[in-house]
């Protein structure tokens, strides 16, 4: 079983920068994709971003492109969302998640990811 804890969160003026990380336990990190999700209030839970298990390869949601990037460090076992630009609509619970099944593209679909986080709170105000 893969755990995944979230941090970085916080509250931040809109414009601003946070930089999430999300560390897993267990030695197969490097073997699957990793995504970002998000859920704001009253809203469902939307993709944020998706990197392959080799790093090579990323995706993001139109809503975030050019203002989020994601990263990895398999030998810290350790997946980053750099979050610039904040707007308060970026405001929600931002969710790690992990991707066992090897894609052609980056998966955007919850029910493709089995392992989860916790969450971390962002909060932008304007």
């Known amino acids: 079983q893969v755990q995944l804890v979230e941090s970085g969160g916080g509250l931040v003026q809109a414009g601003g920068s946070l930089r999430l990380s999300c560390s897993a336990s267990g030695r197969t990190f490097s073997s699957y994709a990793m995504g970002w999700f998000r859920q704001a209030p009253g809203k469902d839970r939307e993709f944020v971003a998706g990197?392959?298990?080799?790093?090579?390869?990323?995706y993001y949601a139109d809503s975030v492109k050019g203002r989020f990037t994601i990263s990895r460090d398999n030998a810290k076992n350790t997946v980053y969302l750099q979050m610039n630009s904040l707007k308060p609509e970026d405001t929600a619970v931002y969710y790690c998640?992990?991707?066992?099944?090897?894609?052609?593209?980056?998966?955007?679909?919850?029910?493709?990811?089995?392992?989860w986080g916790q969450g971390t709170q962002v909060t932008v105000s304007s």
């Open positions: 998640a992990g991707d066992v099944v090897t894609r052609s593209t980056i998966g955007t679909r919850e029910y493709q990811y089995v392992f």
């Open positions: 990197i392959r298990a080799s790093g090579g390869f990323t």
